[in-house]
């Protein structure tokens, strides 16, 4: 099962806690909203949302890592996945630096985001490397199944936003969780509420 990250596996927008420590929250949600509900192009987007960040002292991310909620019944659907025999993902158009911890906490098998750059204990306003766009989403759903030997078929993909419906259209099972409409739309299963814990019971047992 590979899931988004902000706004899926945990209840916030890691840029936006970030921004706060630029002062710029509002500018950068407006951008994420519209992002998200296929608005705007994503990397450009993304590129827009970071350069607001230039100057921001590296400790903030830090901080923004011990801000951030776990999405209610993740914990229990990660070891319920793993008891089942599985192996869980996350692939996120957020940052490494916050989901490498996360990724210790939760238990995950993979995970991929993107790189803030720092520089002299700040951050540049700029990635480094590839930018994880919705392309690249489904690209390591595929790369991650064919490694454990899975058919695209075995696959869960659970999202929230624009940019994960191509992963969703590249699993096996396209699950919409806290989704914005152009996602409810395209999925092949809607999770109503807000806990992740109800995905349990489509298991294989």
Request: glycine content about 8%; hydrophobic content about 50%; some cysteine.
């Amino acid at each position: 099962m590979v899931f988004d990250v902000d706004s899926t596996l945990i209840q916030d927008e890691v840029i936006e806690l970030l921004a706060d420590a630029a002062g710029k929250r509002a500018e950068v949600k407006a951008i994420t909203d519209a992002a998200m509900a296929g608005e705007l192009d994503f990397a450009q987007s993304l590129a827009a949302r970071v350069s607001m960040l230039a100057g921001v002292p590296a400790s903030a991310i830090q901080d923004t890592f011990e801000r951030v909620t776990v999405t209610r019944g993740a914990k229990e659907l990660i070891a319920a996945i793993h008891q089942a025999g599985g192996k869980v993902a996350a692939v996120s158009g957020g940052f490494i630096q916050v989901l490498e911890p996360l990724a210790k906490v939760l238990v995950l098998d993979f995970y991929r985001a993107n790189e803030l750059e720092v520089a002299n204990g700040v951050l540049t306003g700029r990635t480094i490397g590839q930018i994880v766009t919705r392309e690249v989403k489904a690209a390591c759903l595929l790369e991650w199944a064919a490694e454990l030997g899975l058919q695209p078929g075995q696959t869960i993909a659970v999202g929230d936003g624009a940019n994960d419906l191509e992963m969703m259209q590249a699993a096996g099972l396209g699950v919409a969780f806290n989704a914005k409409p152009i996602v409810r739309q395209a999925a092949d299963l809607v999770i109503a509420g807000d806990s992740l814990e109800s995905l349990i019971a489509i298991l294989p047992s």
